[in-house]
């Protein structure tokens, strides 16, 4: 593991055989040993299995053939409402947790796309799939997020934009949805291997004054709210979130799906940890 990268193991990822040195339109590790077969079939003096070939009662020729991963997608899926600028360090954490997925995905021999949404999901919100790391860092960094009012409606209709084949998808937000609205975007996702990435404010309200008057935002729905902060105010504040949290995560339960959970600061040991823990 390095500090801008991750190691992820995918079960469901599909193989192609590859024969010796023959080119392949595919890419992927073909380092790993699966048999040999008739060198009639595959004419490759480079890959000739001696022992197999020696011992063989018949007295035929074999070379050596290797399991080759074909290459995936993995897809960073992010909410760009406003609800996800009201703390301003999100701009900087959603762009390096997207290069990370990015370098992931690359090293492994994979490929990366990001899709963004808000209210919608507009033709300048979408990278396609992609290999080069440098061209995938500067279409990041140049990426403009629309701070002002917007909701995150464009989800539903984040089918139309996924990859036809089986993808990874990391699905990074605050999750402002209800459960039902939740539960339907997962549908949706369901022919994909998802990994929500909860973007949490927890933090944020436990660094809240325990008294003083407070104005709180609703950004999608272009409300504001003054209050006067006290501790049993705040206490509630942060039960009501917790249990929140708790609902959206029964959720994840319910697909069995399990969540990576973001606070402050991305943590790569975190991420690495639910890869070890889970073998996709």
Not at 20 to 33: R, T, V
Not at 232 to 256: C, G
Not at 260 to 265: A, M
């Given at each position: 593991?390095?500090?801008?990268?991750?190691?992820?193991?995918?079960?469901?990822?599909?193989?192609?055989?590859?024969?010796?040195?023959?080119?392949?339109?595919?890419?992927?590790?073909?380092?790993?040993?699966?048999?040999?077969?008739?060198?009639?079939?595959?004419?490759?003096?480079?890959?000739?299995?001696?022992?197999?070939?020696?011992?063989?009662?018949?007295?035929?020729?074999?070379?050596?053939?290797?399991n080759l991963n074909n290459p995936i997608n993995l897809v960073a899926l992010c909410d760009v409402s406003s609800s996800m600028f009201v703390t301003k360090k999100n701009d900087s954490m959603i762009r390096n947790l997207s290069k990370i997925i990015a370098n992931s995905a690359v090293s492994q021999g994979d490929r990366f796309s990001m899709i963004c949404y808000n209210d919608s999901i507009k033709k300048k919100f979408l990278l396609e799939p992609d290999n080069n790391l440098a061209h995938i860092s500067q279409w990041i960094d140049k990426f403009t997020f629309e701070i002002e009012k917007s909701s995150s409606d464009g989800i539903k209709d984040i089918d139309k934009y996924l990859p036809e084949e089986k993808s990874l998808i990391f699905w990074i937000s605050d999750f402002h949805h209800t459960p039902i609205q939740i539960e339907e975007i997962l549908n949706k996702l369901s022919n994909h291997h998802v990994i929500p990435i909860f973007i949490s404010s927890e933090s944020e309200i436990k660094k809240l004054p325990n008294y003083g008057f407070r104005k709180f935002t609703d950004s999608e729905m272009n409300l504001e709210h003054e209050v006067f902060?006290?501790?049993?105010?705040?206490?509630?504040?942060?039960?009501?979130?917790?249990?929140?949290?708790?609902?959206?995560?029964?959720?994840?339960?319910?697909?069995?799906?399990?969540?990576?959970?973001?606070?402050?600061?991305?943590?790569?040991?975190?991420?690495?940890?639910?890869?070890?823990?889970?073998?996709?």
């Open positions: 593991m390095k500090d801008n990268q991750f190691i992820y193991s995918i079960s469901w990822r599909s193989r192609n055989n590859r024969y010796g040195n023959n080119l392949s339109s595919k890419i992927g590790n073909d380092f790993e040993y699966s048999g040999s077969k008739n060198f009639n079939d595959h004419p490759d003096l480079t890959r000739i299995d001696i022992k197999n070939s020696i011992t063989d009662p018949y007295e035929d020729i074999y070379v050596k053939t290797y902060l006290r501790p049993s105010i705040k206490q509630k504040i942060l039960t009501d979130y917790e249990k929140m949290k708790i609902k959206i995560f029964n959720i994840f339960s319910k697909k069995q799906l399990k969540q990576i959970e973001i606070n402050e600061d991305i943590n790569i040991e975190s991420i690495q940890q639910y890869f070890i823990g889970n073998y996709i």
